[in-house]
Every structure is written in structure tokens, then in C-alpha cells.
């Protein structure tokens, strides 16, 4: 996903949960957390994009006979 797209999707989200307040009263890593540890366990679209990624890049280094 091209960075433009994922800090709109990340400001969206944002104004969502806040209503578009201009200081927002949490950071997002909080928000990412699960609710188990006072987060909202919210989808952290950047760490997303990062794990699919890292599995492309293992599955294009995967050296094995098959």
C-alpha cells in the first residue's frame, strides 16, 4: 500500500475515534493496544502493511527444493 494511502486511512481513523478534535487525548500506539490493556484494539494499518511484506519477502527468498 503506497504511504499516501496508509496516512489517509491512519487519519481517518483518527478522526473517527476522535471526532476530528485537533488534540487527540491518546496516541494511536495506545489506541493499538487490546482492550485487555486499556487500548481499543484498533488495526495498525502501518505494522499491517509491514508483516505482509516481510511475508513476501520470505516467501521470494524461500530457497528450498520446491
Known amino acids: 500500500m503506497p504511504t499516501h494511502i496508509e496516512d489517509a486511512i491512519t487519519k481517518m481513523i483518527r478522526d473517527f475515534i476522535w471526532n476530528e478534535e485537533t488534540t487527540p487525548r491518546l496516541s494511536l500506539e495506545h489506541l493499538y493496544s487490546p482492550t485487555e490493556k486499556g487500548g481499543m484494539n484498533i488495526l ?3 505494522a499491517r502493511n ?7 519477502l520470505r516467501e521470494y527468498l524461500n530457497l528450498t527444493p520446491s
Open 50 to 56: 509491514k508483516a505482509i511484506e516481510i511475508t513476501w
Open 44 to 46: 495498525d494499518i502501518h
